[in-house]
């Protein structure tokens, strides 16, 4: 079997047209672009509201809404008063509350799910417009209550950490990579 001199210049090309034509020459790209605008150097993540009356609720999502930002929020500087800051995030915790959802052999509950709705605003002081907003920030999550009771560990506080880092990862998500975030075009 002989081969022509052209032979590797051929698949070459047809190697060529067929990364160009399948889509394969931008699967690599890093998004570099951020959704929130650009003058935006420093946040303010002022104290939660809590409406759910629960204890220390609001300073958990608080806590976690400014720690996120702080490790993905691409050199934002990160503070609790408002004043200098060029956006801020208010939050409310509107509602905080479980039921039961698996009973044991007792018909007693042992799983329950944990419900917490919050409502979240982003705001850009410089030009005075909303950046975001979502009025009905809905999470849940679930702990477990032992059947011994030598060994009873109340599961509801890490439960309650637990979601209030999950919100404040989805939040810092859509705000770094814009999706959802009012912009003018």
């Known amino acids: 079997m002989k081969f022509s001199r052209w032979a590797p210049a051929r698949a070459a090309a047809i190697l060529f047209v067929f990364v160009t034509a399948s889509g394969f020459r931008g699967c690599y790209e890093p998004v570099t672009k951020s959704g929130l605008p650009k003058h935006v150097r420093t946040v303010a993540v002022p104290p939660f509201q809590n409406q759910a009356l629960r204890f220390k609720i609001e300073s958990r999502f608080t806590e976690a809404v400014a720690n996120e930002l702080i490790r993905r ?97 989805d939040l810092v998500s859509t705000l770094v990579n814009g999706f959802g975030v009012n912009e003018k075009k």
């Open 73 to 169: 929020g691409h050199g934002l500087r990160v503070q609790s008063e408002r004043e200098g800051a060029d956006a801020v995030v208010d939050g409310v915790i509107r509602n905080f509350y479980f039921s039961g959802v698996l009973l044991d052999q007792n018909a007693r509950a042992r799983i329950f799910e944990v419900t917490i709705v919050g409502a979240v605003t982003v705001r850009d002081q410089v030009n005075n417009r909303v950046l975001y907003d979502n009025q009905n920030y809905v999470y849940r999550g679930e702990f477990e209550f032992t059947s011994d009771p030598r060994t009873f560990f109340n599961e509801e506080d890490p439960a309650a950490q637990r979601i209030a880092r999950k919100f404040a990862e």
